[in-house]
């Protein structure tokens, strides 16, 4: 960045082939060696979804989680999306290190933020799941799991209109071994698969978060192909959720995230990428992603 003009090709050589450990560790000796904040001499220099890419990579998970849900509540409306893509995915070691980065960063709780700017069901949800008190053994009680299925039958296929706080308890406060036994044992007394009866008992926001979790507990690198897939897929690309779903998993399992969208979706991530974004800010994408061929193509 010295000097005229800015070096793009070798940030993302740079911040594109390290882990996140080893790029908060460039952050910190920038600012030792320089006495500058390096994502501010980035944000001063690139634009765009480049820079909001690359600002990104140089925040620690829960930096970027805490400032990617303040901006979703800022200013005229709210992006629930982004609200559910975080809060309904995250394990609760996660959720308790965003609420702190959340209350440091910007000055305010994040669940008082979450119940001003949200409200109904969707509140409810993202409030329970900000106490980050789901069980994580690996213990499963069979009856109880039978007892859980019969509570969300009655609650939805069997009543007229639906008891969502009844999903809300169960889907917030079972582990996840727990919630697959549950599901399994859903399927054999309704003879139908939770995600179907969530998709016709239910609508709009809640939906999808209900969903979310759902994804989560099957299979999460099936849930973030979907993502993806959902972030490129129609008119216009939701940016700020392909740059987070990328920066977030790129060193998680983003290997068997590719898999699950080639075989659901019928294209390589590398070619959907490359064909909805472009420039420098397709080129770091692709490397994230370890699809760097495409870049020639």
């Not at 480049?50 to 989680?65: G, N, Q």
């Amino acid at each position: 960045m010295k000097g005229l003009g800015t070096d793009e090709d070798a940030i993302i050589s740079v911040l594109g082939h390290r882990s996140t450990a080893q790029r908060l560790d460039i952050v910190k000796t920038y600012k030792t060696m320089f006495g500058k904040d390096l994502i501010a001499e980035l944000k001063s220099e690139l634009s765009g979804n480049f820079s909001h890419t690359v600002t990104s990579l140089c925040k620690s998970p829960a930096e970027r989680d805490a400032d990617e849900l303040r901006k979703a509540m800022k200013g005229l409306g709210t992006d629930e999306g982004c609200l559910i893509e975080i809060l309904c995915t995250r394990s609760n070691a996660e959720l308790d290190e965003i609420c702190k980065q959340f209350q440091t960063r910007h000055g305010k709780k994040l669940e008082e933020a979450i119940i001003s700017e949200t409200s109904g069901h969707l509140k409810r949800l993202l409030v329970s799941m900000l106490q980050a008190n789901r069980p994580e053994g690996n213990t499963i009680d069979r009856r109880k799991a039978r007892n859980d299925a019969k509570a969300l039958s009655e609650a939805g296929e069997k009543k007229f209109g639906t008891d969502e706080s009844r999903f809300n308890v169960i889907l917030c406060s079972r582990s996840f071994p727990q919630l697959r036994a549950t599901f399994a044992e859903y399927e054999k007394l309704t003879g139908k698969d939770i995600a179907k009866s969530i998709e016709s008992e239910m609508s709009g926001d809640l939906k999808n978060g209900f969903l979310t979790i759902v994804g989560c507990i099957r299979s999460e690198a099936t849930q973030f192909a979907k993502t993806f897939y959902d972030s490129m897929h129609g008119l216009g690309t939701n940016d700020d959720s392909l740059i987070r779903t990328v920066v977030s998993r790129c060193e998680i399992d983003m290997v068997q995230i590719k898999q699950h969208f080639e075989q659901n979706y019928k294209q390589p991530l590398g070619k959907y990428i490359k064909d909805d974004t472009s420039g420098d800010y397709c080129k770091i994408l692709l490397t994230l992603v370890g699809e760097e061929s495409y870049i020639k193509k």
